[in-house]
């Protein structure tokens, strides 16, 4: 049902032929939102999550996506390290959203 939405996008991350982690996008007139983030338990701390996202943003800037936002849960501390990490700003109501350089890779995150 998610994937039949409108403007719904899946990245896939993929690792010896097993997919091991994806990203749900959606994109909307100039803007991108991260749906959703998913990462094999046994495969978590490798940085696949971190690929995730930069994959999925990427998306999103062919999109045309400018801004980008995503919303997480409070107690969710690891994906709050992640998107800070990746230039997203904390708003009030824990939502983030990123502007500008959200459609770009951060030098620090070049392999």
Do not use: K
Not at 35 to 40: F, M, P
Request: proline letters at 4%.
């Amino acid at each position: 049902e998610y994937l039949d939405s409108p403007g719904v996008q899946l990245v896939a991350i993929f690792a010896n032929s097993e997919l091991v982690a994806y990203i749900g996008i959606t994109e909307f007139e100039g803007w991108g939102h991260i749906d959703r983030v998913a990462v094999l338990p046994e495969r978590q701390g490798e940085g696949l999550g971190q690929a995730a996202v930069i994959a999925g943003l990427d998306a999103l800037r062919q999109g045309g996506a400018r801004r980008v936002g995503l919303s997480t849960q409070r107690s969710n501390v690891r994906s709050q390290r992640l998107y800070e990490r990746l230039g997203f700003q904390r708003t009030p109501d824990l939502d983030y959203h990123l502007y500008g350089v959200a459609t770009g890779t951060p030098a620090r995150l070049a392999r």
